[in-house]
Nanobody, 122 residues
Framework: VQLQAFGGGLVQTGDSLRLSCAVS????????IGWFRQAPGKEREFVTV????????DYADSVKGRFTISRDNAKNTVDLQMNSLKPEDTAVYYC????????????????WGQGTQVTVSS
């Protein structure tokens, strides 16, 4: 089972970007999916999570109102729509999956994608 995050790029302040997380060999609807990010010199931080039933969604305060997580079962992906991007959103974004707990904590996630770079210029 592999997880892959893609869709990153270089954008300007105020622009939008859409990331996707795909899982190979499994149905993504069976997993709680979290997005995390890590900026240079900083610790990895929680961004958002969606439960496998889609009944629970949580956002970090720093992205609330600007980012939206959603599941596309037809494409077998979980997408992260990022609007009104700021330079402080610059980071490598990772998606992660687990079947037990839709949490902000990174520890319970046992599947991780390789990360996709998002750079927001001022």
């Amino acid at each position: 089972v592999q997880l892959q995050a893609f869709g990153g790029g270089l954008v300007q302040t105020g622009d939008s970007l859409r990331l996707s997380c795909a899982v190979s060999g499994r149905t993504i609807s069976n997993y709680h999916i979290g997005w995390f990010r890590q900026a240079p010199g900083k610790e990895r931080e929680f961004v958002t999570v969606i439960s496998r039933s889609d009944s629970f969604i949580d956002y970090a305060d720093s992205v609330k109102g600007r980012f939206t997580i959603s599941r596309d079962n037809a494409k077998n992906t979980v997408d992260l729509q990022m609007n009104s991007l700021k330079p402080e959103d610059t980071a490598v974004y990772y998606c992660a999956a687990n079947q037990n707990w839709p949490t902000r904590r990174a520890g319970p996630y046992d599947l991780w994608g390789q990360g996709t770079q998002v750079t927001v210029s001022s």
